[in-house]
């Protein structure tokens, strides 16, 4: 059973960058074949689809973040991590990471999500 | 990016009864489209992948059916435990899509 966990700060101050890492068990990155991606939810508000990184380094990130975002993987500790820069109160949300199955494009795997909020 | 269009936004139910979820997209996505179930506080669970294939685990009440732009979930006989907020999701390209989310509650 895979499974995914959140780790990082849960405040961060306007203009700095939000840093978190994606702690992957029951299965490898490095063995490829799914996408690993960051999801986030403002709060009370619907989902919003931040990118993703194959194992080989790949990334594709959402074009309304894309010039704020950096995801990365090291496979050698089975973690993925996000990063996005000059953070506003507008990034404040639940952030989860997940696992996207490309062959059919479900996300089939969660984190337990975990609240960013930016704030000084 | 594609847009998704649920409807109704919220809809209330009793238990036993039978809800229909509706799902549009903005272009024709096959049957790449995933359906979602979200408790508060709880991230979303995957019910429905490929537009009709149940997830495993899930109950055989909950269904999918749609190609190309329309999309429906379907929960035959409303369990208690199925009030929820639901979201479908494109997954025909990227970035990925989220509808804006349907609230079933109870009547």
């Known amino acids: 059973q895979v499974q995914l966990q959140e780790s990082g700060p849960g405040l961060v101050k306007p203009s700095q960058t939000l840093s978190l890492t994606c702690t992957v068990s029951?299965?490898?990155?490095?063995?490829?074949?799914?996408?690993w991606s960051w999801i986030r939810q403002h709060p009370g508000k619907g989902l919003e689809w931040i990118g993703y990184i194959y194992y080989s380094g790949s990334t594709y990130y959402n074009p309304s973040l894309k010039s704020r975002v950096t995801i990365s993987v090291d496979t050698s500790k089975n973690q993925f991590s996000l990063k996005l820069s000059s953070v506003t109160a507008a990034d404040t949300a639940v952030y989860y990471c997940?696992?996207?199955?490309?062959?059919?494009?479900?996300?089939?795997?969660w984190g337990q999500g975990t609240l960013v909020t930016v704030s000084s | 990016d594609i847009q998704m269009t649920q409807s109704p936004s919220s809809v209330s139910a009793s238990v036993g009864d039978r809800v229909t979820i509706t799902c549009r997209a903005s272009?024709?996505?096959?049957?790449?489209l995933a359906w979602y179930q979200q408790k508060p506080g709880k991230a979303p669970k995957l019910l429905i992948y490929?537009?009709?294939s149940l997830q495993s685990g899930v109950p055989s009440r909950f269904s999918g059916s749609g190609s190309g732009t329309d999309f429906t979930l379907t929960i035959s006989s409303l369990q208690p435990e199925d009030f929820a907020t639901y979201y479908c999701q494109q997954a025909n390209s990227f970035p990925r899509t989220f509808g804006q989310g349907t609230r079933l509650e109870i009547k």
């Open positions: 997940a696992r996207d199955e490309p062959r059919s494009g479900q996300i089939d795997y």
């Open positions: 029951g299965g490898s990155i490095s063995s490829g074949g799914y996408y």
């Open positions: 272009q024709g996505i096959s049957s790449w």
């Open positions: 490929a537009a009709s």
